[in-house]
């Protein structure tokens, strides 16, 4: 079954230091992958995305992602964490088809200490 | 960009009774979405519609119904509410074509039912 696990619930990191939010995903071929970031009280904006090509990609706010098949893994990054940054982050991996339904990972809460 | 509303950001209502959320997008999506989001659960699919007057349940229906009679519009009921449906309710769309885009997320709803 497809299945999205993102390891770390919470992360604590100093304002400035580099960032790296796990995730690996469960899926029998290809998959779309997504990261979302939900800022307190907010609904989910669109980080970045990968179908295919360049497995580095990079996204809004300075985030990028590296899609690594051979650990099935599509971990997060930035390189100096912003205050601005504290948020939760979710990992989503798609089926695609006609509903394009996505499955969400259960998320990770960044702190971002000064 | 595309939009998706919510009517409200907040209610309050009272144990039984009937609740509508209300979700708009104005981008001729055919797939909509509603999730409810629980601390330490994650997003929990609770019904999609992928055309008008079509639905499918999701992981978590019970207690909930829906409503697609225009395509712009997808509406949750709440048959009677309880306490245990306080949460924050996220509305989402995407296009049955573009699956690399994705979904697109409304602000959300967060119902407090006492």
């Known amino acids: 079954a497809q299945s999205v696990t993102q390891p770390d619930i919470h992360i604590t990191v100093s304002e400035g230091a580099s960032l790296e939010l796990r995730c690996n995903y469960s899926?029998?071929?290809?998959?779309?992958l997504f990261w979302y970031v939900q800022s307190p009280g907010q609904g989910l904006q669109l980080l970045l995305k990968?179908?295919?090509?360049?497995?580095l990609v990079q996204g809004i706010k300075g985030f990028e992602a590296e899609f690594k098949r051979s650990q099935s893994s599509f971990n997060l990054r930035k390189p100096s964490v912003h205050w601005s940054d504290a948020a939760e982050y979710f990992c989503?991996?798609?089926?695609?088809?006609?509903?394009?339904?996505?499955?969400f990972g259960t998320g990770t809460l960044l702190a971002v200490q000064p | 960009d595309v939009k998706v509303t919510q009517s409200s950001r907040y209610l309050v209502k009272r144990t039984g009774e009937k609740v509508f959320l209300e979700c708009v997008q104005d981008?001729?999506?055919?797939?909509m979405f509603w999730y409810r989001q629980d601390p330490g659960l994650g997003l929990r699919l609770i019904y999609f519609?992928?055309?008008?007057?079509?639905?499918e349940k999701g992981d978590i229906p019970e207690g909930y119904s829906v409503s697609r009679e225009k395509k712009e519009r997808f509406s949750l009921i709440l048959e009677s509410a309880s306490t245990n449906q306080t949460s924050m309710y996220l509305c989402?769309?995407?296009?049955?074509?573009?699956?690399?885009?994705?979904?697109?997320f409304g602000s959300g709803t967060r119902l407090t039912v006492v």
């Open positions: 989402a769309s995407s296009s049955r074509g573009r699956a690399i885009y994705g979904y697109t």
């Open positions: 981008m001729d999506h055919e797939n």
């Open positions: 989503a991996v798609g089926p695609g088809g006609a509903t394009n339904k996505l499955i």
């Open positions: 990968y179908f295919s090509g360049d497995t």
């Open positions: 519609s992928y055309d008008v007057k079509m639905k």
């Open positions: 899926y029998g071929a290809t998959p779309y």
